[in-house]
């Protein structure tokens, strides 16, 4: 497959690295300003190189990305709310020239998903957003597997950064805005870490999770939300005494999504420790099924892009 790759962040870049593993061409990557791109195949490792030393990604216009001979457009700029601008005109334009969409970006997914389905339907594209919920782990291709209307519910820890710091809380007995400051240190939380501790980029991934079970109806203003700024070491304390801990916890069903901190057995599936992410899925048939890993990260969320990749047919 020939690879147009917007976004050339983390994810992005590391889309492109791995492509010729999985035996799929780049011939597009653009970030924000400018745009790589060869018809018969961009250097990838050239252009990945002039990014790392600060210069511009190519000579481009990223908008002429979308006039090169691609059949995937891959979406890994960062995800916006409300409309999932630019993110969701990338989609409509490439599902509107018949090309398939392989999205990173959890914005449009979440925030308008009914309306990618209705133009997929029009279009002979396909879109697959895998990389959008729990990075490496194969969350939405288990629910596909199962069927959808055979998972009654989905529940877990999608969150690596908030997990993290309540890891640590746990551990150490340190308060929230210490081990704020160690993650950040270490690169785990963000500058800004709003989205990650106040349970917004959780409640995206379950409200993605409520769409494909609910096959549509669902966005971010529908979830109920908690964050974990106000948790204080002590509760933690408590909780340990009484041989439980607490993790931030997601839940999704086609009644709803809640996401806030819950008290979990400390020993228990649920309690996964640093930045490691687990889903359970509820299913009719075979019971609590449970799958762990790496929820975030460049080469993690490529691995879940490229496999999506490799689930589309031919145009």
Known sequence: MRLAILGAGDVGRSVADLAGEYGHEVVALADSERAAIDPDGIDVQDVLERKAGGEAIGTDDPARAFETEYDVLIEATPTTLGDAEPGFTHVKRALEADRHVVLANKGPVAERYDELRTLEDDSAGSIRFEATVG???????????????????????????????????????????????????????EADPTFDVDGTDA??????????????????????????????????????????????IGEA????????????PENGALAVTGTRNIVQLETKHAGSLHNSGRGAGGPETATAVLSDVGRLPEL
């Open 203 to 248: 409640a995206l991934k379950f409200v993605i999770l409520a769409n494909v079970l609910s096959e549509g109806g669902f966005s971010l203003s529908d979830a109920t939300v908690e964050g974990i700024q106000s948790i204080p070491g002590s509760a933690l304390e408590l909780a340990a005494e009484d041989g439980r801990t607490i993790r931030l």
């Open 135 to 189: 990075g490496a782990i194969p969350v939405l291709s288990t629910i596909e597997d199962c069927t959808p209307q055979a998972v009654t519910a989905v529940r877990g820890v999608l969150n690596g950064t908030a997990n993290f710091i309540l890891t640590r809380m746990a551990a150490e007995g340190l308060d929230y805005e210490h081990v704020l400051a160690e993650a950040q240190d270490l690169g785990v939380a």
């Open 253 to 264: 069903s086609r009644e709803g999504v809640r996401v806030g901190p819950r008290l979990v």
